[in-house]
């Protein structure tokens, strides 16, 4: 299985909402990833998780919340999202630390914030 | 991170062999050089990773010259099916593995 699932495939939500996107693995990686990409951009990194722990947070705004509770599975939590926020929301995995690591993606999640 | 500098766009036909060339000067010792497909609402795609000298595999090759400062992806044959982008990523995996993406290369190929 060289996979990374990543649900719902299509959200739309309000600007007072909470919502989570998750993403699901079975290939044993220990590094999980979340990247956002908007029309025509390349994917911005947001967050890093190795070994289960947030190795790396780009900056990104407290609304954005990752959260990684075992080796295969890492959700992002939304809340007070802005319109400039809708993009797709991709997520990655990879064996983990070594120096030619390949990532696996998801298909992403298109969120639209309204 | 080695900042990576691609063509923005390309045209090909099918048939023809198509070389995508990325340059990244600032590469590092440790660094591995690594490209990426992406097709419009997908999530990217591995396709080739080297260190020097060239790397082949079943849909790609990569070239990559001594000095490590540049390093081209050569798709043979192209067809309708390869019109993406194609994305050229520079780092290692040490201490907290990135993956940060240059703008891209995109890639059209014409019947």
């Known amino acids: 299985d060289t996979e990374v699932t990543q649900t719902p495939k299509h959200l739309v939500m309000g600007m007072t909402n909470k919502k989570s996107l998750k993403c699901e693995q079975h290939m044993g990686h220990r590094a999980m990833y979340w990247y956002k990409q908007k029309a025509k951009k390349p994917p911005e990194l947001m967050f890093v998780?190795?070994?289960?722990?947030?190795?790396i947070n780009e900056s990104v705004p407290s609304r954005f919340s990752p959260e990684c509770p075992n080796s295969s599975l890492l959700n992002l939590h939304l809340h007070a999202l802005q319109p400039e926020d809708s993009a797709l929301y991709l997520c990655?995995?990879?064996?983990?630390?070594?120096?030619?690591?390949?990532?696996?993606f998801g298909q992403g999640t298109r969120l639209t914030v309204v | 991170l080695a900042k990576t500098t691609q063509p923005i766009s390309m045209d090909s036909y099918e048939g023809q062999e198509v070389n995508i060339t990325c340059s990244h000067n600032?590469?590092?010792?440790?660094?591995?050089i690594t490209w990426y497909q992406q097709f419009p609402s997908q999530g990217p795609r591995f396709i080739i990773q080297?260190?020097?000298t060239k790397v082949t595999n079943e849909v790609a090759s990569l070239f990559i010259p001594a000095d490590r400062k540049s390093s081209t992806l050569s798709l043979p044959r192209v067809s309708l099916s390869d019109t993406a982008v194609y994305y050229c990523l520079v780092g290692a995996g040490g201490g907290g593995f990135k993956t940060i993406f240059g703008a891209g290369t995109r890639l059209f190929v014409k019947a």
């Open positions: 080297g260190y020097k």
């Open positions: 600032n590469i590092a010792t440790n660094d591995y």
């Open positions: 990655a995995s990879s064996r983990g630390q070594g120096l030619n690591t390949e990532a696996f």
């Open positions: 998780y190795s070994y289960e722990k947030l190795s």
